[in-house]
């Protein structure tokens, strides 16, 4: 027992996480630090500018907005509420990608950017252009991610532990390969075999070699398909949550109100829903917490970087599985059928939480298979 939860078997989903003392709503049940974590490399490119190591945003608040609103003349008020300290960012003299602070640049250097950095090894830029062009957003997980894995176990002072770390993701009882629809598309070996291929041609192998062949790969791949924990951060959000617990007058309020509902307009109008600096990661805890679709946790990252917190979102009594819901809330608000449906095709499992169960006797259609017969139905009366 770890502070005030559990481990345990629970049968065919593995295992899972259960409360070994009462949680209230917002009670913190644990955090962590991943394992591996890696920005997506659209985001990146797309100028999500964020630490190579922990995806701390680098922008300050200003640069962020003008940015996400395509408008150079904004001013932030209350700029100094901003949590981004340049002063201790620092850049790779070889490649040039930043780090908000030494203590991450020193942690990247040496567990994988010694040996991945482009400066260094340039065809790591063709193999992360390769992977753009086979996978557009929204994304799930990078190349980079898989490079990071790799370059990990080379660099590794204790490689066994390590190794056996990344194994424990892995899920004996299903069809690791299928996880693989996630990552290129169903049935696209070709694709499998040219990343295959670039990899071993771009990475020094030493001790890998049974993650870099087609086989592994495939099960790496499918690894973190199932096991990758997406990861947001966002600098405007930080100061939102420091704003609203600013003290000011009623008239400031009204002000700053307004310019954060317009700024959050302009920024849907330029950039849709892609607010932030997204990544993903493989966090040794977080895996074992499963999914139900009447969740009674939720993950963030009030760190504004890859620093994961789990949290009740209302009572939780001792003995009781904390769960959290892999699908979004609209997802969660579809039929018993459409949210299994999605949760095999990504997760190669069958929910049968409460809420399932007592929907059970729900036809086997999905919510748009639904709708479609509603629409038949009215157009057939009118």
Known sequence: MTGGFELRETGSKGVGVFAAKPFAENDVIFEEKPIVSAQFCWNE????YACHHCLKPMESVEENVRR??????????????CVTDKTNQVFCGACGVGFCSEVCK?????????LLCPGKLPAMVHLVETWKRM????????????ARVIAMIESAADRETLVQNLMSFSH?????????????????????????????????INHAQSFVSEDGLRS????????????GTSVFSEWVKAIEKKEMSAEERESVDSFIDTAYANMNE???????????????????????????ATINFPCSDHTLVLEATCPIAPGEEICISYLDECMLERSRHTRNKTLKEFYLFECKCDKCIAQSDQPDVTSEEDSDEEEDDEDMES
Do not use: M
């Open 45 to 48: 490119a797309y100028g999500y």
């Open 68 to 81: 996400l609103t395509a408008n150079t003349s904004v001013v932030v008020p209350f700029p100094e509420l």
């Open 106 to 114: 020193t942690s990247a250097d040496q567990q994988y950017h010694n």
């Open 135 to 146: 996978h557009y957003p929204p994304e799930t997980t990078s190349i980079s991610l898989i």
């Open 172 to 204: 004996e009882a299903t069809d690791e390969s299928s996880g693989l629809c996630l990552l290129q598309g169903r049935d696209d070996e070709d694709k499998i075999k040219t990343l295959q291929a670039l990899i071993q041609e771009t990475i020094p």
């Open 220 to 231: 790496l791949f499918a690894l973190i398909g199932r096991n990758g924990q997406g990861i």
């Open 270 to 296: 330029h950039v849709g829903s892609f607010l932030n600096c997204e990544g993903s990661g493989l966090y040794k805890l977080q895996r074992c917490v499963n999914h139900s679709c009447q969740p009674n």
